[in-house]
Antibody, heavy 118, light 110 residues
Framework: QVQLVQSGAEVKKPGASVKVSCKASGYTFTSYYIHWVRQAPGQGLEWMGIINPTGGSSSYAQKFQGRVTMTRDTSTSTVYMELSSLRSEDTAVYYC???????????WGQGTLVTVSS | QSALTQPASVSGSPGQSITISCTGTSSDVGSYNLVSWYQQHPGKAPKLMIYEGSKRPSGVSNRFSGSKSGNTASLTISGLQAEDEADYYCCSYAGSSTLYFGGGTRLTVL
């Protein structure tokens, strides 16, 4: 079955960067798009961007342009999301999500809590 | 562009039907029949309930249905059950590989 396993919780200081990984299994890695979605404590879902594992092309929400980078390693079926210049408002659970179409979120990872605190 | 608009909360009694609206613009909901809906229980990852406006993934109860009229999409849950109590989010494609979520709706089963 499709599984997305994310890296563990992180604590970062303001201004630092964080890199979260998402390892896919149970399907052909290049068959599904991978999105990143975040959820701040007590808040709603926020779409950050998408990467196409086939060629590695990505598209980011305007809000994160210049601060987020999504990459993939086809040899390990792993996608990475790096967010830089962290501030307290970036404290959230970050989810990787796969979808066979770029407009749907079919399978969710378990989430990674990133805490930004001085 | 801002998030899609959903009511903050809705409620209903067991057995009743409720509808959650999701209002966007002519650039997203109005232009594409590509709205999806997600259910999220506390402390859990969201779960896909409806995709492409009205399609149900395998395993999702037929008590859940989706529709659209103009710039507003809707999720209807019939025969409410206690286990339906959760947060619900809509999401729409907006072209150019961009998607927007709604702010979420808390469903309370009375």
């Amino acid at each position: 079955q499709v599984q997305l396993v994310q890296s563990g919780a992180e604590v970062k200081k303001p201004g630092a960067s964080v890199k979260v990984s998402c390892k896919a299994s149970g399907y052909t890695f290049t068959s599904y798009y991978i999105h990143w979605v975040r959820q701040a404590p007590g808040q709603g879902l926020e779409w950050m961007g998408i990467i196409n594992p086939t060629g590695g092309s990505s598209s980011y929400a305007q809000k994160f342009q210049g601060r987020v980078t999504m990459t993939r390693d086809t040899s390990t079926s792993t996608v990475y999301m790096e967010l830089s210049s962290l501030r307290s408002e970036d404290t959230a659970v970050y989810y990787c999500v796969s979808g066979i179409q770029l407009w749907s979120f079919d399978y969710w990872g378990q989430g990674t809590l990133v805490t930004v605190s001085s | 562009q801002s998030a899609l608009t959903q009511p903050a909360s809705v409620s209903g009694s067991p057995g009743q039907s409720i509808t959650i609206s999701c209002t966007g613009t002519s650039s997203d909901v109005g232009s594409y029949n590509l709205v999806s809906w997600y259910q999220q229980h506390p402390g859990k990852a969201p779960k896909l309930m409806i995709y492409e406006g009205s399609k149900r993934p395998s395993g999702v109860s037929n008590r859940f249905s989706g529709s659209k009229s103009g710039n507003t999409a809707s999720l209807t849950i019939s025969g409410l059950q206690a286990e339906d109590e959760a947060d619900y989010y809509c999401c729409s494609y907006a072209g150019s590989s961009t998607l927007y979520f709604g702010g979420g709706t808390r469903l309370t089963v009375l």
